[in-house]
Structures are given as C-alpha cells and as structure tokens.
Nanobody, 124 residues
Framework: QVQLVESGGGLVQAGGSLRLSCAASGRTFSSYAMGWFRQAPGKEREFVSA????????YYADFAKGRFTISRDNAKNTVYLQMNSLKPEDTAVYYC?????????????????WGQGTRVTVSS
C-alpha cells in the first residue's frame, strides 16, 4: 500500500513557476512508476507527465513538453513536477499517481494509488 501526498500548489502569475512535490509512504515506492495528472474545472482529468521507477524514462503530454520537468528522488520517496512558463490554461488540480509497475503509463486507469491533489491557479 502506498499513500501519496502532494504539495506545492498555489497562485502564480502567468509566466511564473511552481514545483509540485509528491511524498510517498511505503517501502515499495522505488519500484513504482509515478505520474502526474490534472483536472481543470469542468474538464476531464488529463495526463501530464510520468516517470519510470528509476527515473530513467520520462514522458510528457504535448502541452507539458519544454515547460514541465518530472523527476524523482527514491531516497526521499518523493516525485517532483517542476512547472515553468505557466499559462492560465494550466490552472487545475494536479494529482500524483503511482502504479505497481516499473514503467509509466499515460492512462489514469493504469495507476492504483492517488493523492488528494494540489490546486494550481495561474492568473493572467
């Protein structure tokens, strides 16, 4: 069982940056692929980025490429999402997710563990 707790969300102006963190409990974190998803008001949840168990492979949604960077520190049981050049359309609740497989997935159904979410608001 893995519990995930996100932090780092907040209000930022367009063009600004935020770093989201996801702290995981459990000794199996280092063997899990991790992902970030987001859900904007009135919209479906969408994939943002994911990372393999050892950080050796990452994947980004098109809107995140070049602006967002996912990373992990298995010694700290934490995964990060560095978000730069934020836009108002990035406003959403961001969720961290974990799956008991070493390789990432872009589908939310591929993740068994979810955090409670952290809200990101980007003002224009």
């Amino acid at each position: 069982q893995v519990q995930l707790v996100e932090s780092g969300g907040g209000l930022v102006q367009a063009g600004g940056s935020l770093r989201l963190s996801c702290a995981a409990s459990g000794r199996t974190f280092s063997s899990y692929a991790m992902g970030w998803f987001r859900q904007a008001p009135g919209k479906e949840r969408e994939f943002v980025s994911a990372i393999n168990w050892n950080g050796g492979g990452t994947y980004y949604a098109d809107f995140a490429k070049g602006r967002f960077t996912i990373s992990r520190d298995n010694a700290k049981n934490t995964v990060y999402l560095q978000m730069n050049s934020l836009k108002p359309e990035d406003t959403a609740v961001y969720y961290c997710a974990g799956r008991a497989f070493p390789v990432w997935s872009t589908s939310g159904s591929g993740y068994a563990y979810w955090g409670q979410g952290t809200r990101v608001t980007v003002s224009s």
